[in-house]
């Protein structure tokens, strides 16, 4: 009963302060939950994997060349900022995202097991952004991708899930080459050479005139700072919707609107 009097007593003194000016917050927010009844985090940044079909030098619309893209850098692990990104900090640009069958961005839905029992952390996805052992980083034996091959639920980012990310920020490793999907159960490879980290707000997408009849929306971005974006709460896409196949459904139009992406915290 003590508590529950405590507890009344500084919703009505927040209040009050609210109501006087001398606090500018909510109630929601003093009283608010790092994590609800089913385990969501409030992380703030959704995690993705990036390949060439986006980012890439000599791709459409940016014509980035091999230094922008840290090419001349790419080795399995590499993790620094793309030097474009972080010369254009606050820069708008478009990209383009892939097709349908080749799509060029993918959201990690859950994290194997198995990155949590390696590397310095007890947290999967920390270890496969520091790289830890057998998940990009140099070891002795040299079996650094052994825990990168058929990831389950890597999910290629079609219109409604491309769409789904407008607001978002997100926090991205970028491939060197394609990423590799099997369908049925869902599963991709990770292994591969990195050019790097980028990290950026979604600002809106749009169905793109100017390629084939299988190309992917465009994406306007605002570039973000990769170092700031890292010490942010990071999440996965959880509610990224999940193709039947390599060409099914044929999701290419980005609709009027969609869901929320809903962030879970990664583990």
Do not use: H
Not at 92 to 112: M, Q, R
Not at 171 to 178: K, Q, T
Not at 212 to 227: E, M, Q
């Amino acid at each position: 009963m003590k508590t529950l009097k405590t507890s009344i007593y500084l919703r009505l003194l927040s209040g009050l302060l609210i109501s006087t000016g001398l606090l500018a917050t909510s109630c929601d927010s003093l009283f608010s939950n790092d994590d609800d009844d089913n385990g969501s985090s409030t992380a703030e940044v959704i995690f993705l994997v990036i390949d060439e079909d986006s980012i890439d030098n000599g791709n459409e619309p940016n014509n980035f060349s091999e230094e922008d893209v840290n090419d001349q850098l790419a080795t399995i692990g590499l993790r620094q900022p793309l030097k474009y990104f972080q010369d254009n900090v606050g820069k708008t640009i478009e990209l383009y995202t892939g097709e349908v069958g080749d799509e060029g961005w993918f959201a990690l839905k859950t994290i194997p097991s198995s990155w949590k029992s390696t590397g310095p952390t007890a947290n999967g996805l920390d270890n496969y952004l520091t790289p830890g052992p057998k998940l990009g980083a140099a070891v002795p034996d040299d079996d650094r991708e052994v825990l990168l091959d058929k990831i389950p639920d890597v999910t290629p980012l079609r219109a409604t899930g491309l769409k789904m990310l407008e607001g978002k920020t997100v926090l991205a490793i970028v491939y060197d080459s394609d990423i590799s999907i099997n369908y049925s159960p869902l599963n991709g490879n990770l292994q591969g050479a990195n050019l790097g980290r980028v990290a950026f707000d979604v600002l809106s997408i749009r169905k793109r005139t100017d390629g084939s009849d299988s190309s992917l929306p465009a994406v306007s971005i605002r570039i973000r700072n990769v170092n700031e974006v890292a010490g942010l709460p990071l999440g996965l896409f959880s509610n990224a919707p999940v193709p039947s196949s390599s060409s099914t459904p044929f999701d290419v139009t980005p609709p009027a609107s969609a869901p929320a992406a809903v962030i879970i915290k990664s583990e």
